[in-house]
């Protein structure tokens, strides 16, 4: 597969040359789902400036945005070539 070709997997593809990333229906739901879950008990519970809050919202963010990095075929590379030296 050329590099110029992305990969493609199910609803998603990854460009690799630029890391335009496109995520599946799926992907996105769960992070508005998660998101709105998290919002709605915090605002339930009077926390919405709460550290916990700001935690759960930064590694729901976090988890979304690195996952197209590991799919990344340039990293995949970088890191066998790291590994195998």
């Not at 040359?17 to 739901?29: C, P």
């Amino acid at each position: 597969m050329n590099k110029e070709q992305g990969m493609m997997n199910g609803n998603e593809m990854i460009i690799t040359s630029n890391f335009l990333v496109h995520y599946s229906l799926f992907d996105i739901l769960s992070l508005v789902l998660i998101m709105v879950m998290l919002f709605l008990g915090a605002w339930k519970y009077r926390k919405l400036k709460h550290p916990a809050t700001y935690l759960a919202l930064g590694v729901n963010l976090f988890n979304f945005l690195l996952e197209p990095l590991g799919r990344s075929v340039d990293v995949q590379l970088f890191l066998n070539a790291l590994i195998k030296g």
